[in-house]
């Protein structure tokens, strides 16, 4: 069977400001997606970076006295340190100021423009530069834009972008391609946005320099959200389309995204595409907010939680998790560090790092650090193993939605039914009662914890690994394909540490 690709992105980040937790999450997302279907053995590109044009951009480099160049460079590395500190394995970090970005910025800008589809005209209406969009004079509430951006009335010659013509296009193609926008409630929000009528977008501005040439016309920098969408075929190689990197990702790819640009994504970009003959993605998936705390995250309100202070608290792994779990993609969640030290501790270090902990050192202490070996199997211990292979397939196909959430639902459930074999099946009564027994009930639960630490290793890059380490599982070894082979009697087991240490107050 030929290798299935996967090609995820995030959104490309504003460099206006530094990261915080909200931009965390989309790429821990995406790097615990990554890290999934390269588990399960597929080829993946995952793609994030910065975009670092725009009027907003100018305006952030000019406040703090800086060139935009010399600005975004410094932000543009903090977003990238972020991604090693959060662990992340991505294989590209674009940016929008890079030379190959531009290539492929203004070449689809000309197909498009050769194909009659962009032109020139007057844009006069309301703009919101925190926001880099346009706005309707009936979208505004009280003035201001729906997300409370301030807006400002715009009178400038522009290039548009026949919007208007890919209406019925998108409808047809959203009705024939249900999971393109996911969830449903979003593709449902998309689809009356673009059956309540589309119009012509301006895709270019005259007022500031800071963007991508248009074509031809030097006046002209592109609007912003033109040359960022773009971001995406550039990593693949754009504009060469012929090449295996590009057949092969492109018509895989899955975009994360927040919802407040979906729009953008699922609404602009596949009208571009369309215009550029050149085919979709496969999905568009918003996901949903993180409030502080129960309040809006914001500079004004002081509350804006940087990863770095989580991970310096509780670590990597806790942050990870509590991303993964707290909150089901697609809905918002509120971010605390009282529930990110409750769920550390009750579901990684009572339940999971417990389990290992305790069976480990059971083993080390009793069985002379080796796997016992395994005697006749009760149905309990059959019971408790063919779980963990229902869980395995199950997960399997929940990656392919992207339901990062019921994943480590699935998992937490496979952890608690292995703590109540360990409490009913109690080995260190069994020791003096019936050692034999006693053997093969450590014997299964070596084969789960191995298993459970296994599928905990794309969130847990740290714990997972450490576990499987006490287990003696060679690193190259930890794949998909090694999962129901079994450590059998003999097997070495090294004195376990704590993985998940209680946190102070
Ligand atoms: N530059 C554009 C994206 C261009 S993609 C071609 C942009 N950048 S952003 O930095 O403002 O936002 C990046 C992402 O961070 C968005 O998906 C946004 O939804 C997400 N988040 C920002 N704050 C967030 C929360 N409080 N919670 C969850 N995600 C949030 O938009």
């Not at 975004?72 to 294989?91: A, W, Y």
């Not at 919802?259 to 369309?274: C, S």
């Not at 996901?287 to 509780?314: C, F, R, Y």
Request: net charge negative.
């Amino acid at each position: 069977m030929a290798t299935e690709h996967v090609y995820l992105t995030t959104p490309i980040y504003y460099v206006n400001d530094n990261p915080h937790i909200g931009s965390a999450y989309t790429t821990v997302v995406c790097d615990v997606l990554a890290r999934l279907n390269r588990f399960y053995g597929k080829k993946v590109l995952f793609l994030t970076g910065t975009d670092e044009h725009g009027q907003k951009i100018e305006k952030a480099a000019l406040a703090k006295g800086q060139a935009p160049q010399a600005f975004v460079d410094e932000v543009s590395q903090k977003f990238k340190d972020l991604t090693q500190i959060l662990g992340c394995e991505n294989d590209i970090f674009i940016r929008t100021t890079e030379p190959r970005h531009y290539k492929a910025a203004q070449s689809i800008w000309q197909t498009i423009f050769d194909k009659g589809l962009i032109y020139k005209s007057t844009y006069e209406g309301w703009y919101a530069i925190r926001d880099e969009a346009f706005y309707q004079e009936s979208e505004l509430v009280d003035g201001k834009a729906p997300s409370g951006a301030e807006v400002e009335w715009v009178v400038e010659e522009s290039y548009f972008f026949k919007l208007s013509a890919f209406q019925d296009q998108l409808l047809d193609f959203y009705e024939k391609n249900t999971g393109f926008i996911m969830p449903d409630s979003r593709r449902n929000e998309v689809i009356s946005f673009v059956k309540s009528g589309l119009k012509d977008l301006s895709v270019s501005r005259k007022s500031f320099k800071w963007g991508v040439p248009v074509p031809n016309d030097p006046d002209h920098v592109m609007y912003v959200w033109f040359d960022a969408l773009t971001n995406y075929i550039t990593a693949l190689g754009y504009p060469d389309v012929t090449s295996d990197t590009f057949k092969n990702f492109w018509p895989q790819t899955i975009h994360m995204l927040g919802k407040d640009i979906l729009r953008f994504h699922a609404v602009y970009w596949p009208a571009f595409l369309m215009a550029a003959d050149l085919p979709m993605p496969k999905r568009i998936f918003a996901h949903g907010w993180w409030t502080v705390e129960g309040q809006k995250m914001s500079k004004s309100l002081g509350n804006v939680v940087h990863p770095s202070d989580i991970i310096n608290m509780a670590g990597l792994d806790a942050l990870r998790y509590f991303f993964i779990r707290e909150m089901p993609l697609g809905s918002d969640g509120d971010f605390s560090a009282t529930a990110l030290k409750q769920r550390y501790h009750s579901e990684l270090g009572n339940a999971y790092g417990n389990l290992a902990q305790r069976v480990l050192s059971f083993i080390a202490k009793n069985c002379e650090s080796k796997v016992p070996g395994k005697h006749d199997l009760h149905e309990a211990d059959q019971q408790l193993l063919d779980e963990s292979m229902k869980v395995f397939h199950d997960i399997k196909e929940l990656v392919d939605n992207q339901a990062t959430y019921k994943y480590c639902e699935k998992l937490l459930h496979l952890v608690s039914l292995a703590n109540q074999y360990v409490d009913f099946q109690k080995p260190w009564s069994l020791r003096k009662e019936d050692p034999i027994r006693m053997e093969t009930v450590l014997w299964v639960l070596v084969q789960i914890i191995k298993r459970i630490s296994f599928l905990f290793q794309p969130i847990l890059i740290h714990g997972a690994g450490k576990i499987l380490a006490f287990l003696n599982v060679p690193e190259d070894q930890r794949s998909s394909s090694y999962y129901d082979a079994c450590l059998e009697g003999g097997h070495p087991i090294s004195q376990p540490e704590p993985v998940f240490p209680r946190l102070e107050d």
